[in-house]
């Protein structure tokens, strides 16, 4: 087995469905089933069964995942170390974020960092936090950028980027008592972000909120909410140039202290002797302490 074996296995597992695993891969269905087949001989195993819900990997599949998922992120770390080892900052640098952050904030970030460092390679994931935060934790990625408290997940080394204030937003002032009895737009998010409503909510009111709507996407929320159809919670670094068209108001604690959605970026210590790693690092310290993140 070589790394595109190791690559093959890991994405069949993770579609559980061989012909999404081959549109993935690029190559023919026959031709993966043929190589899945070459493997099963060599091994002397049966690497998955099928069933009318997807693919069930066995003990020894599950355990031949394991170790492709080893070797891939041995591979990444030798090639990691082999770009160090020529002497200046280059080499490929795997980021991941969250999604709404690479769409707000990262594009005029990531060019500068660029423009310092030509000869980096960046590989950027975008998506949920949970979702970032889980390909941190499997080492596929070497810097995770999420929004929420992880504490319980990562407590390796960092960085606070910001906190962001949580606010409600409407078209039109809005009385606070009034809020269950009003439409309210709710949008996908991560569990993370969810709860921290959720929260909100349940220590400000004993009935669930109203929601008349559910979209897919935040954009679409407030665009919703420009046309006076409801109102919804929402970190306030998402406003855009809006907060003089629209009502804003911060969530507070039963204290009255504010509520906060934070930054976080997360990184591991045993990779900051790589060029690429700490020179973004000390490129996102740097920013902070400029103010301009």
Same mark, same amino acid.
């Given at each position: 087995?070589?790394?595109?074996?190791?690559?093959?296995?890991?994405?069949?597992?993770?579609?559980?469905?061989?012909?999404?695993?081959?549109?993935?891969?690029?190559?023919?269905?026959?031709?993966?089933?043929?190589?899945?087949?070459?493997?099963?001989?060599?091994? !002397? /195993?049966?690497?998955?069964?099928?069933?009318?819900?997807?693919? *069930?990997?066995?003990?020894? %599949? #599950? =355990?031949?995942?394991?170790?492709?998922?080893?070797?891939?992120?041995?591979?990444?770390?030798?090639?990691?170390?082999?770009?160090?080892?020529?002497?200046?900052?280059?080499?490929?640098?795997?980021?991941?974020?969250?999604?709404?952050?690479?769409?707000?904030?990262?594009?005029?970030?990531?060019?500068?960092?660029?423009?310092?460092?030509?000869?980096?390679?960046?590989?950027?994931?975008?998506?949920?936090?949970? !979702? /970032?935060?889980?390909?941190?934790?499997?080492?596929?990625?070497? *810097?995770?950028?999420?929004? %929420? #408290? =992880?504490?319980?997940?990562?407590?390796?080394?960092?960085?606070?980027?910001?906190?962001?204030?949580?606010?409600?937003?409407?078209?039109?002032?809005?009385?606070?008592?009034?809020?269950?009895?009003?439409?309210?737009?709710?949008?996908?998010?991560?569990?993370?972000?969810?709860?921290?409503?959720?929260?909100?909510?349940?220590?400000?009111?004993?009935?669930?909120?109203?929601?008349?709507?559910?979209?897919?996407?935040?954009?679409?929320?407030?665009?919703?909410?420009?046309?006076?159809?409801?109102?919804?919670?929402?970190?306030? =670094?998402?406003?855009?140039?809006?907060?003089?068209?629209?009502?804003?108001?911060?969530?507070?604690?039963?204290?009255?202290?504010?509520?906060?959605?934070?930054?976080?970026?997360?990184?591991?210590?045993?990779?900051?002797?790589?060029?690429?790693?700490?020179?973004?690092?000390?490129?996102?310290?740097?920013?902070?302490?400029?103010?301009?993140?």
């Amino acid at each position: 087995m070589d790394l595109k074996d190791w690559f093959m296995i890991k994405t069949i597992y993770d579609a559980r469905n061989i012909t999404r695993a081959a549109d993935q891969l690029h190559i023919s269905q026959p031709a993966l089933t043929y190589r899945l087949k070459q493997i099963e001989t060599e091994l !002397s /195993i049966k690497i998955f069964s099928r069933s009318r819900r997807g693919i *069930i990997f066995t003990p020894e %599949g #599950e =355990y031949l995942v394991e170790y492709a998922t080893s070797m891939m992120t041995q591979y990444r770390q030798f090639k990691d170390r082999l770009m160090d080892m020529k002497g200046s900052v280059h080499g490929e640098l795997r980021i991941g974020i969250s999604s709404n952050y690479a769409h707000y904030k990262l594009p005029p970030i990531l060019k500068e960092f660029l423009d310092m460092y030509p000869n980096i390679q960046t590989k950027v994931n975008t998506g949920w936090s949970a !979702s /970032i935060l889980k390909s941190f934790l499997n080492e596929e990625i070497q *810097i995770g950028i999420v929004r %929420g #408290e =992880y504490d319980h997940d990562w407590d390796g080394p960092k960085i606070l980027m910001n906190e962001d204030p949580m606010c409600l937003i409407s078209k039109k002032p809005l009385h606070f008592n009034n809020l269950p009895n009003l439409p309210q737009i709710s949008y996908k998010t991560d569990q993370n972000l969810k709860h921290l409503i959720d929260k909100w909510w349940k220590n400000n009111f004993n009935r669930p909120p109203h929601i008349m709507m559910e979209v897919d996407k935040l954009e679409t929320c407030k665009e919703l909410i420009k046309q006076g159809l409801g109102y919804a919670v929402i970190p306030r =670094y998402l406003l855009q140039n809006e907060e003089e068209t629209l009502f804003v108001q911060n969530l507070r604690t039963p204290e009255g202290e504010l509520i906060y959605r934070k930054l976080w970026l997360f990184y591991r210590e045993k990779e900051m002797n790589l060029s690429v790693v700490k020179s973004f690092v000390d490129f996102i310290q740097a920013k902070l302490k400029e103010q301009h993140l």
